[in-house]
């Protein structure tokens, strides 16, 4: 048996530009850093293809294949087809369109569930659909251990559920919740999900098929891309949405009708860098290269989730060791139970005073309720503006990075 390879930490920051590293960075839950790939395909992008794509003639006829290419990969990535993807301007707009183009289906007193676990991305759009009659049921997180009850869902599903939305990991608590078995109590029910991956699809491989989740929406961002986001929805559920752009855009184009806005020519294209970004870690770490693309970004994955257990560790054994501060979420570093996204409340402190204090030693978190404003008013949070101390780690981080941010911390704490 292959012995699995430790993540090269100082290989994956290589990719990147330096400036990058003279921080220690843990705000990666608001946004990821972009690797050197991906800004390399916007700048030829833009410097080679200053033109509408589209068009017979060659930069016109290359930027449309560059485009592509960025499109198809990021299908690839999550193991979905080219015409189950919609790349549009933030996950907060797909969701939006999304409801707009599911309402039809519904009727007045149709239900759709809601969690506060939710950020308001994947939660609002949806209340909103009350204006048409539509009743929203609440499912909301135990106040306590800001965890789903599983439970709690079989009893608030019925036979007039249409949707239920719900997040993978929430962007405060770092929580994995089991999106496999929500989406097929909720398919028993006869509805379907809208899963929020936004906290979690930077961590961990996202495999819409083996989950068989109807809509699945994440963002580039975090993701080590640019600023755009993603839709992944089952093929007969996007040709049953109803098209919200323009009139002669078919209901067969499923990747154009759910985006209104259009597309942001230059962005596609350089998602082709994130890909880059992820095969050269493939080629680093795993000399038999797997057949496909979705393995490979399935390997890098699996060691970088490793990697990124070690440093949650870290953090874990020092929130533990200190009393009077409260971890939102579940006490544990396990890969396969959280990211390492932490928020803490310490006693008798302001949250937004702590990153003020640690910046001066160049560690970079940040405070607030962070859009989850829902979740920090259920967790009995007094100021929910005021909110959490966040500190969240992606794989490009280092253990020294992580001593430094609990050096800080230790001193405000
Ligand atoms: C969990 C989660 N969902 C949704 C969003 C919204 O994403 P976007 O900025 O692409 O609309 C965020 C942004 O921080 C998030 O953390």
């Known amino acids: 048996m292959s012995k699995t390879p430790e993540f090269d930490v100082h290989f994956a920051r290589s990719q990147f530009p330096n400036v990058c590293w003279d921080w220690a960075f843990f705000e990666n839950a608001g946004g990821a850093f972009v ?5 390399q395909r916007m700048t030829s992008y833009m410097t080679e293809n200053q033109v509408q ?6 930069p016109s006829a290359k930027a449309k294949e560059r485009m592509d290419l960025g499109h198809r990969l990021m299908a690839e990535m999550i193991g979905a087809d080219s015409d189950e993807i919609v790349v549009s301007a933030s996950t907060s707009i797909n969701v939006y369109v999304l409801a707009q183009a599911l309402r039809h289906q519904w009727k007045e007193g149709d239900e759709i569930i809601v969690t506060n676990l939710n950020h308001e991305a994947n939660s609002g759009s949806w209340r909103r659909l009350a204006e048409f009659g539509i009743k929203i049921i609440e499912w909301p997180v135990n106040p306590e251990t800001a965890e789903l009850d ?7 599903l019925s036979d007039r559920t249409r949707l239920v939305a719900f997040p993978h990991v929430s962007n405060i608590t770092g929580d994995i919740n089991d999106v496999p ?44 891309g640019p600023h755009m986001g993603c839709l992944y929805g089952k ?26 806005a259009g597309p942001n020519h230059e962005s596609i294209a350089c998602l082709a860098g994130i890909t880059d970004y992820f095969e050269a870690l493939s080629d680093r770490h795993f000399p038999e290269r797997a057949n496909s693309l979705f393995e490979r970004v399935k390997g890098v994955y699996a060691i970088a989730g490793w990697h990124e257990e070690q440093l949650a560790q870290k953090f874990i054994d020092f929130i533990d060791s200190k009393p009077g501060v409260r971890l939102i979420g579940r006490n544990t570093a396990h890969k396969n139970q959280r990211a390492a996204t932490f928020s803490i409340l310490a006693e008798g402190k302001r949250s937004a005073d ?3 204090i640690v910046q001066r030693d160049k560690v ?30 992606a794989h490009y981080n280092t253990m020294d990075e992580v001593d430094r941010l609990i050096t800080a911390l230790d001193r405000v704490l």
């Open 364 to 393: 970079a978190i940040s405070s607030g309720h962070f859009y989850a404003k829902r979740l920090i008013e259920a967790l009995g949070i007094e100021d929910a503006n005021d909110g959490v101390v966040r500190c969240s780690m």
């Open 354 to 356: 702590i990153p003020q």
């Open 181 to 224: 078995l929500i989406t097929s109590k909720v398919h028993d029910a006869g509805a379907m999900v809208c899963v929020d991956g936004v906290a979690y699809a930077p961590h961990r491989e996202v495999d819409v098929k083996a989950w068989d989740v109807d809509f699945y929406v994440f963002s580039y961002y975090k993701v080590f």
């Open 150 to 156: 599983i439970d709690l869902l079989d009893r608030l």
């Open 53 to 58: 794509p589209g068009a017979s003639f060659g």
């Open 35 to 39: 690797p050197n790939s991906v800004i």
């Open 235 to 260: 093929r007969d559920r996007l040709l049953e949405a109803r098209g919200q752009y323009h009139y002669f855009i078919g209901e067969d184009q499923t990747t154009s009708k759910l985006n209104p």
